[in-house]
Structures are given as structure tokens and as C-alpha cells.
């Protein structure tokens, strides 16, 4: 059975037992969150070891090509390429509609959250290296250590190819093992769907957020099936979009109803070699920055949101250079949210708010029902994203392995 039918037999089921079982007391809701929580852990379980050594690997063999720079700047073109179109599309959008005001809540603030540059930069560079495989949260330090490694096993060849044999073959295990993961994940997907449809449901029942979910869906309809098809066929020679749709299914399932960035990872890279044929030495290498630091779809909902909330607590239209200065700051914090792969997005849009002032210090209080919505709105953007970005460099660095019939 294919990937993508097991994982909508799941989501189908999860739909299912969220009506048919009786969540709605305190003891069942624990129960689902806790199950929920444990299926996200075992789908992540893997994926430092098959980052680290499929990030070792990819080095030696974009270097081995000599291609590595040509690959590394591709990938951070597209990445701020992309953020900074979804960007001016989120601008676009709430410019030129005008969402219905939020009613006004008084809710204490019970913890303000910031975003600590420097603590990001000790984690990037722990004291020691090992630490960087330790955290399953934050992967830039783990991918910093596979970078380190697999330059250093650039400069002596000789004395090394018994490592290199051992790095391959623990590369190639642990993505057979991610292979198994991501299939008894789609048995997961019943307790995240159901999980999901839980919250969702609330969120639909109270009627003040359905705006805003219809604009962010027609955003990315209008994203990953118009902007996105086009800018392959554009870039690409012999680009084939709707095979890029078509390996989407599965990712765009998971982003969407668990939230969680990293938990697509070994998925993308899964369909990435088996459905899109990208190679391992740019499958290791792509994929983990595109999870990393591709968070333009938090860049849209954080200016989309922001702008609610400014439209309901003031009738005073907001003038260019403010829109402007919005639109940069949510660009700008958007890099900074590799080390949350879920929840994130409302952070960001907490510390704008917290930034902007002027009275808005505590506007992020009026999403806060919806934060898990706008979360996985966030996700299923990135998504798309890094199975659009990821193919559009393995194109243009010509690592795509073609086969015909």
C-alpha cells in the first residue's frame, strides 16, 4: 500500500474517534494529549542520528562533486527567497482585505515570552560536541557538527575510507529505519488527527476566527498549487510540478495536524529519494536547512494575525511605512525559530507585539485560542516550501537521478 493511502486512512480514522469517542471530559482529553505527545516522540525519535550521518555524508559527496558551493547557494537563495515572498503575499493579503475585528478579552498575561538571541547562539555552540546530538529540538547544532565532520573527512581520503564506509552504512541504516518510522506513523496519525480535530472543532464552534482560517487556506491554495507550480516550471528545465504535489501529500499532512516542523523531516526526506529521486549527498544536506531556517509561512501568519488584532483593538488604518516595518520584523524573526518546531509562530507574533507596543503589548492574547490552528497553518506553508525548494536546487545542481519506464 502506497505511503500517502496509509496516511489518509489514518487521518480518515482519527476524524472518526473524535466524534464517535467521548473527549470532551477532562480524563479523556489528558488521555488523547499524553497519546498524542508519545506517537510525536517515537516519529522523532530517529532523526538526530539520520541527520548527523546523512549531513556527514552529504558534505564528502557535494565536495567529492565539487559542488558544494554552488549547492549551499542555492539552498539559502531559495530559503530567503521564499520568506520573503510569502511575506510580501501575506502583506498583499491583509492589505487588500479587511478582516472582521476579534472581540476584546481581558485576560491577565501569566508569562511573556522573548526570544533570546544569545542563548540561540550558546545552543548552536555548546561546550561540548556531543551536547549537539543530545537535543532533539533544535537541529542546527547537530547539522553544525555533521558540517565540521564531514569537511574533515574531505582532506585525507586514504586514511579515512574505513570511516567513510562505516558513516555510509550508518547513514543508509538509520534512513531504512526513519522508512519503518514514518509508516507506523500513519497508525499515529489517528491519535494526532483526532487530537487535532479536537481543538479545531472549538475553534470553529466559536465563529470568530473562521476569517481568518479562509484567508490563510486560499493563501496557500493559491501558494502550493499556483506560485510555487509556476516557479519550477520557470526555473527548472524539465521541472515536473504535479510530481512535487503529488510527494506533497504526505508532508502536508503531517505539518497540518501535528504543527510540527521537525517531525517532517525524515518524511521529506524519505519521498525526496523515493518519489522525487533527489540524491543522498543533497537529500542530507537541503533538507535539514530548509527545516531549520524555511519559516516563511510563520512570517505570513504572524503579519496577517498582527494586523488583526491591530484592526481590533484601533479603527485607524495602518500607514505604509508601519506595514513595512511589520512585514521586516516578522521576515527577520522568522529565522530565529529553528529551535521550535511547534509554537513557534505564536511566539513570534507575541514578541512583535511585545516589540511594537504602543498598547499591542498584549494583542497576542486575542489569538491565543487559535494558536495551534495558526501553528499548523505555519507548518503546512513551510511544507510546501521545502518540497518546492528542496527539488527546485537538486534541479538546478543536477542531483536528481531520472529514471525512465
Same mark, same amino acid.
Given at each position: ?34 497519546? *498524542? ?8 525519535? *530517529? ?16 565536495? +567529492? %562533486?565539487?559542488?558544494? /558551493? ?23 493579503? !491583509? ?18 515570552? *522573548?526570544?533570546?538571541? @544569545?542563548?540561540?547562539?550558546? @545552543? ?10 543530545? +537535543? ?5 547544532? %547537530?547539522?553544525?557538527?555533521?558540517? !565540521? ?49 479536537? @481543538? ?18 486560499? +493563501? ?43 517531525? *517532517? ?14 540524491? @543522498? #549527498? ?28 491591530? #484592526?481590533?483593538?484601533? =479603527? ?45 503589548? =498584549? ?25 518546492? /525548494? =528542496? ?5 538546478? =545542481? ?8
Amino acid at each position: 500500500m502506497k505511503i500517502w493511502i496509509k496516511y489518509l486512512i489514518g487521518v480518515a480514522l482519527g476524524l472518526a474517534a473524535a466524534f464517535i469517542l467521548p473527549l470532551d471530559s477532562q480524563i479523556g482529553s489528558s488521555v488523547l494529549a499524553f497519546i *498524542t505527545e508519545i506517537v510525536i516522540r517515537i516519529g522523532r525519535y *530517529t532523526i538526530i542520528p539520520l541527520l548527523f550521518f546523512s549531513g556527514i555524508m552529504a558534505v564528502y559527496r557535494l565536495n +567529492d %562533486a565539487k559542488i558544494v /558551493g554552488k549547492t549551499a547557494l542555492w539552498t539559502v537563495s531559495v530559503i530567503v527567497s521564499s520568506t520573503l515572498l510569502l511575506t510580501v503575499l501575506g502583506f498583499i493579503s !491583509i492589505v487588500l482585505i479587511k478582516l472582521p475585528r476579534i472581540p476584546i478579552i481581558t485576560e491577565k498575561v501569566s508569562q511573556v515570552t *522573548t526570544l533570546n538571541i @544569545q542563548d540561540l547562539i550558546r @545552543q548552536m555552540i555548546p561546550f561540548s560536541s556531543v551536547n549537539s546530538l543530545i +537535543d532533539g529540538e533544535f537541529f542546527l547544532p %547537530a547539522f553544525i557538527f555533521a558540517l !565540521i565532520v564531514g569537511a574533515g573527512c574531505c582532506m585525507e581520503h586514504s586514511n579515512l575510507k574505513p570511516i567513510l564506509s562505516l558513516t555510509d552504512s550508518l547513514s543508509e541504516l538509520f534512513f531504512n529505519i526513519s522508512t519503518v518510522v514514518t509508516d507506523l506513523l500513519s497508525i499515529g496519525m489517528i491519535a494526532i488527527m483526532c487530537n487535532w480535530t479536537v @481543538q479545531f472543532r472549538a475553534v470553529i464552534l466559536r465563529g470568530v476566527f473562521n476569517p481568518l482560517i479562509i484567508m490563510l487556506t486560499v +493563501d496557500f491554495i493559491l501558494v502550493a498549487g499556483v506560485i510555487y507550480p509556476l516557479i519550477v516550471r520557470s526555473l527548472c528545465r524539465g521541472g515536473k510540478p504535479l510530481k512535487v504535489l503529488s510527494a506533497c501529500v504526505v508532508p502536508f499532512l503531517t505539518a497540518f495536524f501535528s504543527g510540527d516542523t521537525n517531525l *517532517t523531516l525524515p518524511i521529506n526526506m524519505r519521498l525526496g529519494k523515493e518519489k522525487l529521486g533527489i540524491r @543522498q #549527498r543533497t537529500n542530507g544536506f537541503v533538507y535539514p536547512l530548509f527545516s531549520i531556517f524555511a519559516r516563511g509561512g510563520s512570517t505570513l501568519v504572524v503579519i496577517i494575525s498582527f494586523v488583526v488584532i491591530w #484592526r481590533s483593538y484601533s =479603527t485607524l488604518p495602518i500607514e505604509f511605512p508601519e506595514m513595512l516595518w511589520i512585514s521586516g520584523t516578522a521576515f527577520i524573526l522568522s529565522f530565529l525559530l529553528g529551535g521550535m518546531s511547534t509554537g513557534g509562530t505564536f511566539v513570534a507574533l507575541t514578541v512583535l507585539c511585545t516589540i511594537y507596543g504602543r498598547g499591542m503589548e =498584549t494583542g497576542y492574547l486575542l489569538l491565543k485560542p487559535a494558536a495551534a490552528i495558526i501553528g499548523s497553518f505555519a507548518a503546512l506553508f513551510d511544507a510546501a516550501t521545502t518540497m518546492f /525548494g =528542496t527539488y527546485i536546487v537538486a534541479n538546478n =545542481t543536477k542531483t536528481i537521478e531520472r529514471h525512465r519506464a
